[in-house]
């Protein structure tokens, strides 16, 4: 049980900080506004994100992209939960499994809400912009990095 507890920890935690700076930036900014942070290199910027990671799928139609972004997100946390009921002692593998749900839930939150995600960390150098990204992107972000490193270190590479 004290597994379960580690992932409703962490994913919830995920949520909050997502949902309360998405919550901040909708409050404080006009959509498309943008703040310099560091010169050059990183702006908090309002943007609305209706496609998937990265401005996927933006161009497809809201119903195909309600029901299918909205349809694989489901399916992705069923997936991530019955994973995490499979591990045992690979806390580090839990606590990515726990990051990547919260990410997904944080973002489904959103997307069902809106029809669309909420954008504002804003990453570049000069002209070349990272896609603009939010706490539960990073999140999941994190998360598969994670995942992918302990299943790595687990199989002794």
Known sequence: ????????????IVVILDQLTKAVITNYLILHQSIEVISGFFNITYIRNP?????????GGAFFRALFLTGISIVALIVVFLVYRKIENNLPYRIALSLIAGGAVGNLIDRVRFGEVTDFL????GRYHWPAFNVADSAITIGVFLAVFSLY?????
């Open 153 to 157: 270190k687990k199989e002794g590479g």
């Open 1 to 12: 049980m004290q597994k379960y507890k580690t992932f409703i920890l962490i994913s919830l």
């Open 51 to 59: 496609g998937a990671a990265f401005g996927l799928f933006r161009n």
């Open 122 to 125: 804003d990453v570049y150098i």
